[in-house]
Structure formats: structure tokens, C-alpha cells
């Protein structure tokens, strides 16, 4: 019981941080509240159309990953990116060897052998999943990755 509570209070503060689409529309109700049917409904599916503030694209995809700024003589613009995170699969590797014992029952003796130890080898990859831009508070550009 010791070790459980404080894993179930970890668990519980984990939980608590995390941001879902109605966690969103619950921390941005009154903007939400304004915003028609139609936009309603595609800010819950997370989806964006040009033209939708930073706060829409907020409740659509939350906080994102990245900001990028592009400050040019006429403009400025304000990109934020979302990361897609996967672990590819690199196949196994000897992570050492580990020490067997055998029995040989012709001479009726044990025998030390060495067998390598294999562990599969996963590597992480971080993709640019979409990248929203902005120019004077509304959206311009969206770029989507495809699969």
C-alpha cells in the first residue's frame, strides 16, 4: 500500500495536465459559446480553415510543440508547429551475454556457456505533423503533412 498511493498520486497529477479538446472548450467557454454550429463542430473534430484565430486554433489542437517567427520589412508572421512523435523499429541488438549453465548427461558434467543477449532497438522519430501561420491574428497558411 505504500508504493501504491504514491503511484496513484502521481498518475492522478499526470492526468491533470493533460489538454483534450474538452478541456479546451471548458478553459475557452465564452469564445466558444460564440462561435456558430458549424465552426463548433469542426473546432471539436480539430480541425482549421483559413482565416480562424489563434484562440479557434487553440481549442482545435491546444498549446503547440513549436513557434516560429518570420519578420520581414512588410510583415510579420507567427507559425506554430505541431510534432507527430513514432518509434521506428531498427531490428535487434546484442545487448551482452548472459551466463548459462548446462548439463552434458554422456559425462555427466555441467558446462559454463555465453549466450547473447538481444534486445529490439526502436528509434524515435519527431515529424512536423502541421504547421499553422499567422498574419495579423488569423490564419494564412496550413501545411499538412500526408501519410
Known sequence: MKIFLPLLLLAALLLAGCSTIDSRIKEKASAFAGYDAATQAKLRQGLVEIDYTPEQVYIALGQPDSIRERVSAKERELTWIYFSYHSDYQGTA???YRRLIGYDP???RNYVY?????VDVYRGRIDERICITFRD???VVIEQAQD
Open 94 to 96: 546484442v545487448a551482452g
Open 106 to 108: 554422456v559425462s555427466r
Open 114 to 118: 555465453w549466450e547473447p543477449a538481444l
Open 137 to 139: 491574428g488569423r490564419v
